[in-house]
């Protein structure tokens, strides 16, 4: 299972983030928010996507149920009921890519980076009963 090590962990790496993006979002927030926020869902598709072969109404609807799915799949991973972790970050990464308006090479390095680590993740033998799953912090008893 994957779990968080610590909450101060968590905490300093979403203030360290808001550092960094609170600056940009008070200079110029219509400006942060359609180039952070909408500039993916608002662009064009060109022809290497699936996006500019179907009606505008099927992809919104398709790309929401790949959105539902994403969440759908860190949720599981979140709540410990996945354990996979490479296997989660190639598919996920494989569905954000695919729900984008282009393929291009360039997005390949997103999810083929964990593909081999995925396929050593599905062959590797199960830690036995009692012992602590690789990258897993050891957890003291109550």
Do not use: K
Not at 70 to 84: I, S
Not at 85 to 102: I, M, P, Q
Request: proline share 7%; glycine share 6%.
């Amino acid at each position: 299972m994957v779990t968080a090590r610590s909450w101060r962990a968590a905490a300093i790496c979403c203030a360290v983030a808001a550092a960094l993006l609170v600056p940009f979002a008070l200079w110029d927030w219509p400006g942060f928010a359609n180039n952070y926020l909408l500039w993916s869902a608002l662009m064009l598709p060109d022809e290497t996507s699936w996006i500019s072969r179907v009606p505008f109404g099927v992809a919104w609807a398709l790309r929401g149920l790949i959105a539902a799915g994403l969440v759908a799949l860190y949720l599981r991973l979140m709540l410990g009921w996945e354990t996979r972790l490479f296997w989660t970050l190639a598919l996920t990464n494989l569905a954000t890519v695919a729900a984008g308006t282009v393929i291009h090479n360039n997005y390949v390095p997103w999810f083929s980076i964990w593909l081999p680590l995925a396929l050593a993740e599905a062959f590797a033998p199960t830690p036995r009963r009692g012992t602590i799953a690789l990258g897993q912090a050891p957890v003291a008893p109550l």
